[in-house]
T-cell receptor, first 113, second 115 residues
Framework: ETGVTQTPRHLVMGMTNKKSLKCEQH?????MYWYKQSAKKPLELMFV???????ENNSVPSRFSPECPNSSHLFLHLHTLQPEDSALYLC????????????FGPGTRLTVT | EDKVVQSPLSLVVHEGDTVTLNCSYE??????LLWYKQEKKAPTFLFML????IEKKSGRLSSILDKKELFSILNITATQTGDSAIYLC???????????????FGGGTRLMVKP
């Protein structure tokens, strides 16, 4: 499998559920990102990991918890979400954070009920 | 606060038309400007621009950056229905902790090309 993959592609969860989003990159990159894309809003950066260390947390609520166990995998753990958290969650990777282009996965469409 | 503004918000053209999409920015510690095409879900990379005045070209698409006036344009000539998508502009800037660069995205331009 090539590129950046994300699972699941669609997720519906209640506000009291706990779920996790998974991202895997097969490009040999060492930086990974989580973005949120809501309707009528620009793509918002949530987290940046470089060499498995978190280097940026863009003021994201603690109900979103990232995990990067190695340079190929990135998770986003979700708990007690709100309906306004419904969005497309995109994962991306790049060779480093030094201005290289980022390659995106297909995203997970999350609906919080 | 960093800003990336794209215009127009949306555009409807007919096949064969030429379109110009605009991106203006105000960011500190600018590093590069990137264009992406988003059709269904995953944005796909088109161009990365770091130097002023040097046009990048790929088929019917081309882009140029003006670092003095802080904007970029993306041109698409002889448009086809397959060009219908959201076009995203993003600016890479140095992160506050100097750990590397991060992207700030504009709101996108939704292009629809009619047969």
């Amino acid at each position: 499998e090539t590129g950046v993959t994300q699972t699941p592609r669609h997720l519906v969860m209640g506000m009291t559920n706990k779920k996790s989003l998974k991202c895997e990159q097969h490009l040999g990159h060492n930086a990974m990102y989580w973005y949120k894309q809501s309707a009528k809003k620009p793509l918002e950066l949530m987290f940046v990991y470089s060499l498995e260390e978190r280097v940026e947390n863009n003021s994201v609520p603690s109900r979103f918890s990232p995990e990067c166990p190695n340079s190929s995998h990135l998770f986003l753990h979700l708990h007690t979400l709100q309906p306004e958290d419904s969005a497309l969650y995109l994962c991306a990777s790049s060779h480093g954070t030094g201005g290289y282009e980022q390659y995106f996965g297909p995203g997970t469409r999350l609906t919080v009920t | 606060e960093d800003k990336v503004v794209q215009s127009p918000l949306s555009l409807v053209v007919h096949e064969g038309d030429t379109v110009t999409l605009n991106c203006s920015y105000e960011v500190t510690n600018f590093r590069s400007l990137l264009w992406y095409k988003q059709e269904k879900k995953a944005p796909t990379f088109l161009f990365m621009l770091t130097s002023s005045g040097i046009e990048k070209k790929s088929g019917r698409l081309s882009s140029i950056l003006d670092k003095k006036e802080l904007f970029s344009i993306l041109n698409i000539t002889a448009t086809q229905t397959g060009d219908s998508a959201i076009y995203l502009c993003a600016v890479a800037r140095l992160m506050n902790n100097n750990a590397g660069n991060m992207l700030t995205f504009g709101g996108g331009t939704r292009l629809m090309v009619k047969p």
